[in-house]
């Protein structure tokens, strides 16, 4: 039985004699019907040898099969050296078709690759935010193109080729062209997939890019621009229907942690359909980014183990940035890459990276909710120790987490002292001397502070927080706002800290004053519930004149004459009175309010704490709290001060409905001392590259001297 090679070789050598001997003035069609002829009659002299050895009683009418070849080679009469794979395969699958349909018999058995086809025209999926757009898993190609089916194939068009070549020819089409093979089987041109071969074309060449303004006909050509040999012979109809064809098998798989991709505007992505519970399907838009849910298929990524039922696949958060600039993705990406690679347990993890019709993509774990929303969902929380020490140990492991992002240091400057972001009062957002060097988050909230329950939550039954929206420098509560019209924002930066309005330069601590309003916050759920939050905000809220626009900031701003200075809003500082003289508050509870109020609501910046040491003293009262209960959950509040109803000449109506019982508490305050980090050394998940609070009592600018411990006038 001949080989595959010397039946090509065969066919190939009196044509290239006849393009050495004829003139080259020869018209292009009489040559090309003088190539048809040739292989007419060497295809007919094989299969009165094939006869000869073993009848076939699907060939009785060998001149109806000339006729068909001579009709259906115009194709593939400028095809390479494999030419007579090819018209094999034609003569097969026409003659087959002309049987069909003048006896209805089963002629349609010997047609390859249909069973592909159909299959894989089954299994597409239409992506749900590209309509019509189709792709087909990676694991359905791997299970339908296989060694065993594409030799099947080979054989079914060839039956005269060796079977040893036939399994070599398949197993070098599983091993490198797969989406190829699949591609060519649903436009029904599987049988070119040798002249492919030849030309050493497999699935690194795909996607085949279109000729830009070519006006003779629809071409293809190789990724690097190399024309496609193979397909010169192709009509515009195939070459259209495989361009299109072509995206449904190459939907991206995405790893965790490798290299952005860069895709091509006609990508399909490989997201699925999926049923939306509460507000999965809501679609969280900001000045900067908007942020959507989808459902990776489990075949085109990495990111956790999967039993392979779609219907079962946890959500991904894709976060899509409104700006096109490389740069700044690059400061988003970098310290979440750098941060993932630690995987520590209260940072957000950056799965992947893409580029997709001209914007970057970030996409990370969905969460469950954000801490806003896990509020709003336990409106009255017990005050008991599960539910007491869950949030010591969050508050804690987010402290813990922004010191990570505080000691990260970058590789390029984030924002120039010199250069600034620009604002909505016309002012310039300018960075400290030196804080460029640093990461740093910039919009801490309770909205980007995400909450993961099941199986995401680290082994904790009440789940776990993870701060998320961080970047490189980016000020997002300032900086997003400058991209989009002040009359569209529908709310203040509640969580800003005084040096903005002051135009002072930022730095780190820019975090912490955050950090204090979010804690705020906190404490005051455990005591009264998500309800008393709203409360709060519009206790301390001021309508703005300028703007109509409800400031519920936690300072205000006087002028004076020698300048601008900014204080603790009043407001908050009668509520924490209010927390102090809440029935249930205890002794921890004390101590995180003094905490709060003494060294992160701080109006001078250079006096407010750092991350290190704030995640210390968190630690210590966690340490305490789980061993005295008494400690934790024993209520202790403060007598009610006779000024609490009247503060700075204006009259507050205290909304705690305990607050007239709470009168009658004869609990003197306490003079707690916390440790200072002189007495307490750092805790073992502490980073090795944090400081001690008295050496960089500078750190973020202040003056070279102790920094006083809380409470205030205790060393």
């Known amino acids: 039985m001949p080989s595959l090679r010397r039946i090509y070789d065969r066919l190939l050598r009196p044509s290239r004699r006849d393009r050495q001997d004829k003139d080259q003035d020869i018209p292009v069609s009489v040559a090309a ?21 073993k009848p076939r009683p699907e060939v009785p009418k060998i001149e109806v099969r000339k006729a068909k070849i ?21 003569w097969r699958r026409d003659s087959a078709r002309s049987e069909r349909s003048r006896s209805g018999s089963k ?49 079914a068009g ?18 490198r062209c797969r989406q190829l093979y699949a591609t060519l089987a649903c436009v029904k041109k599987a049988i070119d997939m040798v002249l492919l071969l030849e030309e050493g074309i497999t699935d690194e060449d795909l996607p085949f890019m279109r000729k830009p303004n070519n006006k003779t006909k629809f071409a293809l050509l190789r990724r690097n621009g190399q024309p496609i040999m193979a397909m010169n012979p192709w009509k515009d109809k195939y070459l259209e229907k495989f361009d299109r064809i072509q995206w449904w098998m190459l939907a991206p798989v995405f790893r965790f942690n490798e290299e952005i991709h860069i895709l091509d505007d006609k990508t399909i992505m490989p997201f699925v359909p999926f049923e939306p519970h509460g507000n999965d399907a809501a679609q969280d838009q900001g000045g900067y980014s908007d942020v959507f849910a989808v459902r990776i298929h489990p075949a085109h990524h990495d990111f956790w ?24 993705f690059l400061r988003e990406a970098t310290i979440l890459n750098a941060m993932t690679l630690k995987r520590h347990p209260h940072l957000i993890r950056l799965l992947s990276t893409y580029k997709h019709m001209g914007k970057y993509h970030l996409m990370f774990p969905y969460a469950n909710a954000n801490l806003r929303k896990f509020w ?38 984030l924002l120039s002292a010199e250069g600034g972001v620009r604002m909505l009062e016309e ?12 990461g740093r988050h910039g919009d801490i909230k309770p909205e980007n502070i995400l909450w993961f329950g099941g199986d995401r939550s680290g082994g904790d039954p009440r789940g776990v927080l993870q701060i998320a929206d961080f970047g490189l420098g980016r000020f997002h509560g300032r900086e997003s706002r400058s991209r989009v019209d002040p009359e569209s924002i529908a709310s203040s930066p509640t969580y800003e800290p005084p040096e903005c309005k002051l135009q002072r330069p930022v730095s780190r601590a820019y975090d912490m004053w955050g950090l204090g309003c979010l804690y705020l916050e906190f404490i005051t759920w455990l005591l009264r519930g998500s309800a008393e939050i709203e409360v709060f905000s519009e206790f301390r809220g001021r309508e703005a004149t300028a703007t109509g626009i409800n400031d519920d900031n936690f300072f205000t701003i006087h002028v004076e004459a020698d300048g601008k200075h900014a204080v603790v809003r009043n407001e908050v500082v009668l509520w924490t009175r209010q927390l102090h003289t809440h029935e249930k508050c205890s002794e921890l509870i004390h101590d995180l309010l003094h905490l709060v109020m003494r060294e992160l609501l701080v109006t ?43 503060f700075s000449g204006q009259s507050i109506k205290p909304s705690f409905s305990n607050a007239s019982s709470a009168k009658t508490s004869q609990v003197a305050p306490r003079k707690t001392k916390i440790p200072t980090q002189d007495m307490a050394p750092a805790p073992e998940s502490l980073p090795g590259d944090s400081v001690s609070r008295d050496k960089f009592a500078t750190e973020f600018g202040g003056r070279n001297e102790r920094h006083n411990t809380w409470p205030l006038g205790i060393r």
Not at 427 to 438: A, D, F, P, S
């Open 107 to 155: 002629a349609s058995s010997t047609v390859p690759n249909h069973w592909l086809k159909d299959q894989l025209y089954e299994a597409r999926i239409e992506a749900p935010y590209q309509p019509h757009g189709f792709f087909v898993p990676r694991s359905v190609i791997e299970e339908l193109v296989t060694v065993s089916a594409v030799t099947r194939d080979i054989q």
């Open 70 to 90: 001579k009709g259906d080679l115009d194709e593939y009469s400028q095809s390479p050296s494999l030419r007579s794979l090819a018209t094999t395969g034609l």
């Open 376 to 413: 709003d969902d336990r409106p009255s929380p017990e005050f008991d120790a599960n539910t007491v020490l869950w949030s010591l140990k969050q508050m804690t492991g987010i402290a813990n987490g922004l010191l990570r992002i505080h000691t990260y240091t970058v590789s390029f400057p």
């Open 33 to 53: 019907q003088k190539y048809q002829n040739i292989e007419a009659n060497l295809v007919h002299e094989q299969l009165e040898s094939d006869q000869a050895q």
């Open 427 to 438: 002012m310039k957002l300018r960075i400290q001397n030196g804080e460029e060097w640093y």
């Open 604 to 646: 001078d910046n250079r006096r407010r704490c750092n991350a290190s040491f704030l995640f210390q003293q968190l630690h210590y009262i966690l340490m305490r709290a789980e061993a005295d209960e008494t400690y934790m959950l024993t209520p202790a509040p403060y007598p009610v001060r006779p000024d609490d109803a009247t």
């Open 305 to 328: 183990d999967s039993n392979g039922n779609v219907d079962d696949e946890p959500l991904t958060a894709v976060k899509r940035l409104f700006s096109a600039d490389e740069t700044e």
């Open 158 to 175: 060839f039956p005269d080729v060796d079977g040893a070549e036939a399994v070599r020819v398949a197993e070098n089409v599983c091993g």
